[in-house]
């Protein structure tokens, strides 16, 4: 036995497989159109090179150059002050953090006096 669902009853009522199939307010059939496309955007290639008008200069082969040079300085700490300020901070931060989770567990830890 098939089902479907009464919009006058508001209850299940009985119905013939064709009914149950395809309910109310559905549609059966899928449009087969391909739907627009949204960001369709024309890309314009420059006449004497394959890259693009927008890209710039691809800067990674001299940044690669750049970190691996041997010059006995950390990975993290080459580009010179604004690194060394960035880790100064990072490492204050931390440290001054350890010591007040230390200090909070040894008052945590005290009984309080009445």
């Known amino acids: 036995m098939y089902y479907k669902f ?5 209850k299940l009522t009985g119905a013939w497989a064709s009914d149950a199939y395809s ?3 559905l ?3 899928v449009s087969t159109e391909a739907p627009p496309i949204i960001f369709a955007t024309p890309t314009k290639l420059s ?5 693009y008008d927008y890209a ?3 800067k990674v082969p001299e940044l690669q150059m750049f970190f691996q040079k041997s010059d006995g300085v950390p990975i993290h700490l080459k580009r010179g002050l ?7 901070t990072t490492m204050a931060l931390t440290v ?3 010591i007040y989770c ?8 005290q009984p309080r006096n009445k």
């Not at 009464?6 to 508001?10: A, C, I, L, N």
């Not at 006449?47 to 890259?51: D, F, G, L, R, V």
């Open 6 to 10: 009464s919009s006058f009853t508001q």
């Open 23 to 25: 309910p109310q307010g």
């Open 27 to 29: 549609r059966p059939v």
């Open 47 to 51: 006449s004497n090179s394959t890259a």
């Open 56 to 58: 710039g200069k691809n």
């Open 82 to 88: 604004p690194d060394q300020m960035l880790y100064r």
């Open 96 to 98: 001054g953090g350890t």
């Open 102 to 109: 230390l200090i909070a567990l040894y008052m945590a830890s």
